[in-house]
């Protein structure tokens, strides 16, 4: 199946800090691509939905200007923390959908100190 | 936003037996999929079944999907220690529509 790629894998920040996720289509250009944030022991919730070239669709409840998402290429997504602290330490996860089917990245890992 | 629910919510077994989980979800899909996530870790795409299909195999893995009753279920046969870990469905309805399912955490006990 196709590939999709999360960098970094896992990420400590200071409080305070802004921290950048990259997510990548390896294989396949990716016109629309998901964010999704996971709590301790629960499944993904989903932030944000992004179209290649416009704005991102947040979900109720999550801040636009906390989640800043940036899908300027048919091939990355990225999804920025700003000024992060430890409340936001949690796992976040990115799905890429092309002409077919999406997939799911492998996730990263943030914890803010 | 999910759809999709996974039953049971746990499920410890000894090692060597089967664990069947079963995922239902409210509409229509394109396909469905089924990942591993290991405690702490990120996910592992296990096998993606399309609609027009009833079943897959995979390995140990054996995935059916019912659209007529919104359901599928994931069976690991000859379970080992290492298969420890939650079990989610993700299912795909096309767009900008991908939900993921409340996972099933499963315990295999050597």
């Known amino acids: 199946g196709a590939v999709v790629s999360q960098h970094p894998s896992w990420v400590i920040c200071k409080s305070g800090t802004s921290v950048k996720i990259e997510c990548r289509s390896l294989?396949?250009?990716?016109?629309?691509m998901f964010w999704y944030r996971q709590f301790p022991k629960q499944s993904l919730m989903l932030m944000a939905t992004?179209?290649?070239?416009?704005?991102?669709?947040?979900e109720q409840g999550v801040e636009k200007d906390k989640f800043l998402i940036n899908h300027a290429s048919l091939t990355l997504s990225t999804l920025t923390v700003t000024s992060a602290h430890p409340e936001d330490s949690s796992f976040y996860i990115c799905?890429?959908?092309?002409?077919?089917?999406?997939?799911f990245g492998q996730g990263t890992r943030l914890t803010v100190v | 936003s999910q759809q999709g629910e996974e039953d049971p919510q746990a499920l410890s077994i000894q090692e060597g037996e089967n664990a069947t989980m079963n995922c239902s979800y409210k509409?229509?899909?394109?396909?469905l999929q089924w990942y591993r996530q290991n405690s702490g870790r990120g996910l592992v795409h296990l096998i993606l079944?399309?609609?027009?299909?009833r079943e897959k195999h995979s390995g140990r893995l054996r995935v059916t999907l019912d659209t007529s009753k919104k359901s599928s279920s994931l069976l690991i046969t000859a379970s080992r220690a290492a298969d420890t870990a939650s079990y989610f469905c993700?299912?795909?309805?096309?767009?900008?529509?991908?939900?993921f399912g409340t996972g099933t955490s499963l315990t295999v006990i050597p």
């Open positions: 294989d396949f250009q990716a016109t629309t």
């Open positions: 079944i399309r609609s027009n299909e």
């Open positions: 799905s890429a959908r092309g002409v077919g089917e999406a997939f």
């Open positions: 992004s179209n290649e070239g416009s704005k991102a669709t947040y």
């Open positions: 509409t229509s899909i394109n396909n």
């Open positions: 993700a299912t795909d309805a096309g767009g900008n529509q991908f939900y």
